[in-house]
T-cell receptor, first 111, second 112 residues
Framework: LAKTTQPISMDSYEGQEVNITCSHNNIATNDYITWYQQFPSQGPRFIIQGYKTKVTNEVASLFIPADRKSSTLSLPRVSLSDTAVYYCLVGGLGGSYIPTFGRGTSLIVHP | KAGVTQTPRYLIKTRGQQVTLSCSPISGHRSVSWYQQTPGQGLQFLFEYFSETQRNKGNFPGRFSGRQFSNSRSEMNVSTLELGDSALYLC???????????FGQGTRLTVV
């Protein structure tokens, strides 16, 4: 069961780049790394998923080192609307395992 | 395309009653997972269904059960409700293993 560790909270300012790191020391060979964003009283929203190296989409980048024991979600030029809780999930959803969300990182973006 | 739909959005029940929550996944998605979210415990996995079969189950008592129909719609049932069952119940659907999962808005259950 891959456990994840993230910072509890982070603060940033509009226009800055934000990097949130997640530790997952016992990640399994066939595990993917997925990041979700959640606003209050809403369901989590998929941001990005990767297996190794770097993945980029229109909203974020995901950096995964060679040992895959950690991953970093990078949000370029954040805005106030990026204030949310960000979860790192190892393994993905579906399949014969128990998905474990950590407590997430509460990101607050200030004007 | 339509997203994951959960009904009802809000529910108030009395201790000891039972409740059934519904989840309609995105068309074509065969995997449906259920989660409980509380301020104290965070997001906890309840169970996952794929093609009408429960594929995995989290660490919850037997009062929590679910099922999936042939059209992939899923229901979750909680019997003998306890105050501690008050939570946001979330459903997520995905096409298959390790693919992007989409969550519904959730059902806010309050047990009084």
């Amino acid at each position: 069961l891959a456990k994840t560790t993230q910072p509890i909270s982070m603060d940033s300012y509009e226009g800055q780049e934000v990097n949130i790191t997640c530790s997952h020391n016992n990640i399994a060979t066939n595990d993917y790394i997925t990041w979700y964003q959640q606003f209050p009283s809403q369901g989590p929203r998929f941001i990005i998923q990767g297996y190794k190296t770097k993945v980029t989409n229109e909203v974020a980048s995901l950096f995964i080192p060679a040992d895959r024991k950690s991953s970093t979600l990078s949000l370029p030029r954040v805005s106030l609307s990026d204030t949310a809780v960000y979860y790192c999930l190892v393994g993905g959803l579906g399949g014969s395992y128990i998905p474990t969300f950590g407590r997430g990182t509460s990101l607050i973006v200030h004007p | 395309k339509a997203g994951v739909t959960q009904t009802p959005r809000y529910l108030i029940k009395t201790r000891g009653q039972q409740v059934t929550l519904s989840c309609s996944p995105i068309s074509g998605h065969r995997s449906v997972s259920w989660y409980q979210q509380t301020p104290g415990q965070g997001l906890q996995f309840l169970f996952e269904y794929f093609s009408e079969t429960q594929r995995n189950k989290g660490n919850f008592p037997g009062r929590f059960s679910g099922r999936q129909f042939s059209n992939s719609r899923s229901e979750m049932n909680v019997s003998t409700l306890e105050l501690g069952d008050s939570a946001l119940y979330l459903c997520a659907s995905s096409f298959s293993k390790n693919t992007e999962a989409f969550f519904g808005q959730g059902t806010r259950l309050t047990v009084v």
